[in-house]
């Protein structure tokens, strides 16, 4: 059960919940001479499927080490962005995360989007005793282990991230559409993968637990373009709403196919199905369509005012609107937990590289400070603690908000 605590929000963005680039847009992270280069990596589909939502994390931090270095944040100390494509592959990021621990001058990662590819990196940024900080992964699995509905506990100490859980997301979802879409059965479908899978059984548990039935559930392939057999599924149930957890590429396919044969539901997903990309694909079919999206409206947060206009000013690639301002606060958490360890030792930045990444874990659990995105803190979990969650849907031809509110569980 979930008890929201509602505003309406329209007609905005959201701050919303998977090889090395040098085309930092002109970024200001560059060493001036007269400063120690610290490094954070990032780590995201920078092409291929997501890199739109991808990319909009890479530049999110990008535009907080810029801001750093321009502020001296962290004085006698100049930041750089490592950027690496996971291309939503869990073996390509497990790739990507040797090489930023092994890189002597990294403090700490920001990334990945998918969850399943969060799986393959933990563990070496672990090793390491290096931070990451995903401005998108929203599986429970990550902070409260495999068996986080009757037992928590945290299976690293190294990982946390700034989006909430599929735990609160699914059921935040699951109330608003028998609350007040009034859907009564619906259809679920899953990607197969792990932040798919997760938030489509979560959503189906909570949408039966608030009175709706599940009609049927089906799963599907990533990289499928043909949905013939389960549009004709969707059909035949009956469903009123169609779930899908997964991302917008296979989404996108399966409304303008759904709609093409007559059945006028609307489809109904999580984040990573967020992205202006989603509306593009599927055009007219896509109107009506819902998502929920971590936390509020961009373009309603003064503090995110000039994030989004420098995004836009230097014409950045990509969504900002998904993760972008996640991926700030994520970088600016790094960076601050960063001077925390210089202040502590006279003002100069510690010359063991692996005490200097111990200090900035632990410095970066004592996280407190206002974002772009609203309060910055972790739980024991390594989770936010900023809890806040959007209902977007496509109104002529764009993602409008149309209830934000904050999620508990009873």
Known sequence: MVILTSVLATGALTLTACGSRDDNGGGDSGDNGDSKTLTIGVDAPLSGENSTTGLGIQYGAQIAV??????????????????????????????????????????????????????TMQQVFASANMVQISPANT????????????????????????????????????????????????????????????????????????GGKVVQTDHVNTGTKDFGSLVTKIKNSGADLLYYGGQYDESALITKQLKDAGVKIPLFGGDGMFASTYIEAAGASSEGDLVTAIGVPADTLPAAKTFIETYKAKGYKGDYGAYGAYAYDATTAIIKAVKAAVDANDGKVPSDINALRSTVVDEVQKSDFEGLTGKVAFD???????????????????????????????
């Open 139 to 210: 599986n429970p699995e990550l902070t409260q282990g495999k068996n986080w509905q009757t037992d928590k506990k945290r299976p690293y100490k190294t990982y946390f991230r700034t989006a909430t859980t599929d735990e609160l997301q699914g059921s935040f979802a699951a109330g608003y559409a028998y609350n007040k879409l009034k859907k009564k059965k619906v259809f679920v479908v899953d990607d197969k993968q792990t932040y798919g899978a997760g938030l489509a059984k979560i959503f189906a548990e909570q949408f039966k637990k608030v």
């Open 66 to 119: 810029d801001d750093a270095n321009k502020n001296k944040l962290v004085p006698g100390v100049t930041f750089k962005l490592k950027a690496l494509d996971d291309k939503a592959q869990p073996a390509t990021g497990q790739s990507n995360a040797t090489s930023i621990t092994g890189d002597k001058t990294a403090v700490g990662a920001v990334g990945p989007l998918n969850s399943g590819v969060a799986q």
């Open 380 to 410: 024991q979990y390594g989770d936010t603690t900023n809890k806040q969650l959007t209902v977007y849907q496509v109104e002529k031809g764009e993602w409008k908000a149309v209830e934000t509110g904050t999620a508990e569980l009873n």
